[in-house]
């Protein structure tokens, strides 16, 4: 990942060249949607751990849901996102020779986002930015009621 100016430009070496740049691409918008749902997993295990804890036993619909409400939103809008903020692989290629030409980009694929004010990329940086600010609160909060709960069930055991 290279920031030049008011863009974002990927270079990818290897089997990307092989390939082909939308492939690159898709393999971009699969990474970023898999980070983001990675992270929100977590808060969903303690959520349904949660449940678990408290003698709820949880059903299979339920898990399905709070993966439905809690994971795939966030993931599903961060993979949109990714995939509407792409340049024309022509045009990055021409602004990654033009700018840094040092990198020798025309021997490899270059794609990315030309203009970090699109819309979509806001929304990019709106879902790492702002968005995981909320769910590590909700982490936070969660982690010392699982650990009471936990603490008040097996009172023999130190859970610190």
Excluded at 31 to 58: C, D, H, Q
Excluded at 79 to 95: F, G, W
């Amino acid at each position: 990942m290279v920031p030049i100016e008011r863009s974002i430009l990927f270079i990818s070496y290897g089997p990307c060249g092989l390939v082909s740049p939308t492939a690159c691409n898709c393999a971009c918008v699969v990474m970023f949607g898999g980070e983001a749902s990675s992270i929100y997993t977590i808060l969903a295990s303690f959520v349904f751990r949660l449940f678990v804890i408290e003698g709820k036993n949880p059903a299979k619909r339920t898990a399905l849901a709070i993966i439905c409400t809690v994971v795939l939103p966030v993931a599903t809008a961060m993979m949109i996102a990714v995939c509407l903020a792409r340049t024309n692989d022509a045009d990055a290629q021409y602004l990654m020779n033009e700018l840094l030409p040092e990198y020798g980009a025309y021997m490899h694929v270059v794609t990315g986002q030309k203009d970090i004010h699109h819309p979509a990329i806001i929304a990019e940086f709106f879902i790492m930015a702002v968005l995981n600010g909320p769910m590590y609160m909700a982490i936070l909060y969660l982690r010392p009621k699982m650990l009471d709960n936990l603490q008040r069930s097996h009172s023999g055991i130190c859970l610190s």
